[in-house]
């Protein structure tokens, strides 16, 4: 069995516009994709560790191209918890809300806990090597307004998380973006039935 991870940054549950997308995708996935097992990580409902001080001291053995050992080791075993199920994935799906410009804080503290040295890269003499190879991504967002024009420049969470996964290795990734939600009750239906019709269509190549 092949496993595809998903992992949702938005609390709002059968609220969210950006889970109508992702449950579009799914429903097309699952009916083609037998072989598949989803492993879903809610962020917001999951009480993920803070990096303090030791578990930042960590990284930076890390860094140094040491192993962890003693209390640094120990304090990071939630860590490595994380980065395991992460890297246990053969493909992701992430659900994400744009929400300031960019992305919910929850998706960003997932983030700094599973981007370790060791794990998820490496720096060599020719610089940083991504080790999460041959993986896809799919990410599906919504946002309050519309960010194809002249608000582009203003997207922040698009090329911030094809900077930050492509950097671990995942440069094959595909972005859904509903959008705008907050400028119009039929303009939103619209525009999540358009983004419904590209998730199912992805969903039969992914
Ligand atoms: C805390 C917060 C910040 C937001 N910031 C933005 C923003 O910067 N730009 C934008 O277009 N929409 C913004 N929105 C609106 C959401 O992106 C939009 O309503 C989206 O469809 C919500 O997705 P969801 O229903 O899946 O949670 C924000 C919403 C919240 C709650």
Not at 11 to 27: C, H, Q, Y
């Amino acid at each position: 069995m092949k496993k595809l991870f998903h992992i949702i940054a938005t609390p709002r549950g059968s609220e969210s516009r950006t889970l109508k997308v992702t449950n579009a995708f799914l429903e097309t996935f699952k009916s083609t994709h037998n072989d598949w097992v989803i492993d879903e990580l809610n962020l917001p409902n999951e009480s993920l560790p803070t990096l303090t001080l030791k578990r930042v001291d960590g990284k930076y053995v890390l860094l140094s191209g040491k192993d962890l050992y003693g209390e640094l080791r120990e304090a990071w075993d939630e860590i490595v918890m994380h980065i395991e199920r992460f890297m246990s994935a053969d493909a992701y799906l992430i659900s994400t809300p744009m929400w300031n410009f960019s992305i919910p804080y929850t998706l960003k503290q997932y983030i700094d806990i599973i981007l370790q040295p060791k794990y998820l890269f490496r720096y060599t003499e020719s610089g940083a090597e991504g080790l999460v190879k041959n993986k896809k991504m799919l990410i599906i967002t919504s946002r309050g307004g519309d960010y194809t024009a002249s608000m582009r420049s203003a997207d922040f969470q698009e090329p911030y998380l094809r900077l930050v996964f492509g950097f671990v290795g995942i440069t094959d990734i595909t972005f859904v973006n509903a959008q705008p939600m907050d400028m119009g009750e039929a303009l939103q239906q619209q525009r999540i039935k358009e983004a419904q019709q590209k998730a199912k269509e992805v969903a039969t190549q992914f």
